[in-house]
């Protein structure tokens, strides 16, 4: 796993990148991606011989890390015996991944229907709960990412939503918890539970209840901020669900597979869901898979009435192939146990020593391998350290801490004013110091921009 430099190779593979290859969310010019040579285990590195410990897993899917050699084994044997074939069939890799993603959700989750990826099944979990109650309207909370597909991006409650903003997607967004910067004016857990779901209730009355096809909620929001719901929230808002017959959608495409250190993230909060969204580290993204467990009574609506829906890679056998064998490395290897344990004893401490000694540490909250920390510019007055949504010159102090990051031998996570912790589920002990101890180095940059 020792990177050998090839700069030619990678100016080569940088060339066609910036001729050809239109980026995400960006402005074409004003990006520079790296040129990336290789992967390995938690690592990769660039054509310059440059290694990074990846705490960003990719976008959060990586979660057993690069290359797992069964992983690619199956995939590789999957491919020679079947490569792919359409989705009305019966296939082993798609009945077989059903079945074991339908084995670890909670309640009655116990039928799959299979997307490519996080942003559509978020699409069809929509469509689900609107055919299923006959109603338009959907919830979803402010500070939150659902995908990038119309509807999907219409949920979403960060800026990535206003260039595709409609005001006619019949979404409406209300306030969830999120005790350090409080729209409720509390000063416990208790009182911003309470209060957040009296917010939600009164939306609910003032939207009418007859109105509403479903909430949707990101378990623990993921590129929002890593809020952990205070206790009772989310069993408060099952309950606001069941009182006016509205769908409980819960998003886990960023919080499922391990990276809470549960299976799934609401096994942390004992609450079930009417339908559950999935992705990234079902397979840990080696190949593009995603979808929507569907309780008894929603899929019972489509028992004798056709699901409207579908696509043409819908359980493709590659990805349903790289899913069965993920989901038995996490089994055989413990790797959730691993998030969990290793998020307590080494992780948790680890950050909360940081934020004693950095001025530009708010907050650390998080769990299992999905940690965030939230810099600002005055501990006192919680002031961000960039403004919301910035760019340009007002996000330098961010771009200082990830450049440091970066030239410590990691790749940081970053979204505004926060820079999350997100390993690989299996990553080691040593490989969690190792990139504490450069978050360490990073975060004296982030410093020389506080009020001291």
Same mark, same amino acid.
């Given at each position: 796993?020792?990177?050998?430099?090839?700069?030619?190779?990678?100016?080569?593979?940088?060339?066609?990148?910036?001729?050809?290859?239109?980026?995400?969310?960006?402005?074409?010019?004003?990006?520079?991606?790296?040129?990336?040579?290789?992967?390995? &285990?938690?690592?990769?590195?660039?054509?310059?011989?440059?290694? $990074?410990?990846?705490?960003?897993?990719?976008?959060?899917?990586?979660?057993?890390?690069?290359?797992?050699?069964?992983?690619?084994?199956?995939?590789?044997?999957?491919?020679?015996?079947?490569?792919?074939?359409?989705?009305?069939?019966?296939?082993?890799?798609?009945?077989?991944?059903?079945?074991?993603i339908a084995e670890r959700t909670p309640g009655?989750?116990?039928?799959?229907?299979?997307?490519? &990826?996080?942003?559509?099944?978020?699409?069809?979990?929509?469509?689900?709960?609107?055919?299923?109650?006959?109603?338009?309207?959907?919830?979803?909370? $402010?500070?939150?990412?659902?995908?990038?597909?119309?509807?999907?991006?219409?949920?979403?409650?960060?800026?990535?939503?206003?260039?595709?903003?409609?005001?006619?997607?019949?979404?409406? +967004?209300?306030? #969830?918890? $999120?005790l350090y910067r409080s729209r409720f004016y509390?000063?416990?857990?208790?009182?911003?539970?309470?209060?957040?779901?009296? +917010?939600?209730?009164?939306?609910?009355?003032?939207?009418?209840?007859?109105?509403?096809?479903?909430?949707?909620?990101?378990?623990?929001? /993921?590129?929002?901020?890593?809020?952990?719901?205070?206790?009772?929230?989310?069993?408060?808002?099952?309950?606001?669900?069941?009182?006016?017959?509205?769908?409980?959608?819960?998003?886990?495409?960023?919080?499922?597979?391990?990276? =809470? /250190?549960?299976?799934?993230?609401?096994?942390?909060?004992?609450?079930?869901?009417?339908?559950?969204?999935?992705?990234?580290?079902?397979?840990?993204?080696?190949?593009?898979?995603?979808?929507?467990?569907?309780?008894?009574?929603?899929?019972? =609506?489509?028992?004798?009435?056709?699901?409207? /829906?579908?696509?043409?890679?819908?359980?493709?056998?590659?990805?349903?192939?790289?899913?069965?064998?993920?989901?038995?490395?996490?089994?055989?290897?413990?790797?959730?146990?691993?998030?969990?344990?290793?998020?307590?004893?080494?992780?948790?401490?680890?950050?909360?020593?940081?934020?004693e000694r950095h001025p530009s540490v708010g907050?650390?909250?998080?769990? /299992?391998?999905?940690?965030?920390?939230?810099?600002?510019?005055?501990?006192?007055?919680?002031?961000?350290?960039?403004? $919301?949504?910035?760019?340009?010159?007002?996000? #330098?102090?961010?771009?200082?801490?990830?450049? =440091?990051?970066?030239? #410590?031998?990691?790749?940081?996570?970053?979204?505004?004013?926060?820079?999350?912790?997100?390993?690989?589920?299996?990553?080691?002990?040593?490989?969690?110091?190792?990139?504490?101890?450069?978050?360490?180095?990073?975060?004296?940059?982030?410093?020389?921009?506080?009020?001291?």
């Amino acid at each position: 796993m020792t990177p050998q430099p090839h700069p030619q190779a990678g100016a080569a593979v940088k060339a066609a990148d910036r001729a050809h290859v239109f980026h995400s969310w960006s402005a074409q010019e004003l990006i520079d991606p790296l040129a990336v040579a290789g992967a390995q &285990g938690s690592y990769f590195w660039d054509y310059d011989g440059n290694r $990074y410990l990846d705490l960003s897993s990719g976008l959060v899917y990586t979660n057993i890390g690069y290359q797992h050699p069964k992983v690619v084994a199956a995939i590789q044997e999957q491919a020679a015996k079947l490569a792919t074939f359409a989705p009305a069939f019966a296939i082993e890799a798609r009945s077989e991944a059903a079945r074991l993603i339908a084995e670890r959700t909670p309640g009655d989750l116990d039928k799959i229907f299979f997307t490519n &990826g996080g942003a559509d099944a978020v699409e069809h979990a929509v469509r689900m709960a609107r055919l299923h109650t006959g109603r338009a309207k959907v919830l979803s909370a $402010y500070r939150s990412y659902h995908g990038g597909t119309q509807q999907a991006v219409n949920i979403t409650g960060d800026p990535r939503r206003w260039a595709s903003d409609s005001a006619s997607a019949g979404v409406v +967004h209300f306030w #969830a918890p $999120y005790l350090y910067r409080s729209r409720f004016y509390a000063e416990t857990e208790e009182q911003e539970c309470a209060r957040a779901l009296e +917010h939600l209730e009164t939306t609910i009355a003032f939207e009418g209840p007859g109105t509403i096809a479903a909430i949707v909620l990101e378990t623990v929001p /993921g590129t929002a901020g890593i809020m952990i719901p205070p206790p009772g929230y989310l069993a408060g808002v099952r309950e606001l669900c069941d009182r006016h017959g509205i769908v409980f959608v819960l998003d886990e495409v960023m919080a499922g597979f391990g990276r =809470t /250190g549960e299976w799934f993230a609401a096994d942390l909060f004992d609450v079930t869901p009417d339908l559950m969204t999935f992705a990234k580290g079902v397979n840990s993204g080696y190949v593009p898979l995603g979808g929507v467990a569907i309780s008894g009574a929603i899929a019972q =609506t489509f028992a004798k009435r056709p699901y409207p /829906g579908g696509l043409t890679y819908s359980g493709h056998p590659l990805a349903c192939a790289a899913a069965v064998a993920t989901i038995g490395v996490m089994a055989e290897e413990g790797v959730v146990d691993n998030a969990k344990r290793l998020g307590a004893s080494v992780v948790e401490p680890g950050l909360r020593q940081l934020a004693e000694r950095h001025p530009s540490v708010g907050e650390v909250r998080g769990t /299992g391998m999905f940690w965030a920390i939230e810099l600002v510019r005055d501990r006192e007055t919680r002031e961000p350290l960039v403004p $919301y949504n910035a760019t340009g010159e007002a996000n #330098a102090p961010m771009l200082a801490f990830a450049s =440091t990051a970066k030239k #410590a031998g990691v790749w940081p996570f970053v979204n505004m004013n926060r820079t999350h912790f997100v390993p690989p589920c299996n990553a080691s002990e040593a490989e969690l110091k190792e990139g504490l101890a450069a978050l360490d180095t990073a975060l004296s940059a982030a410093d020389e921009h506080t009020v001291r």
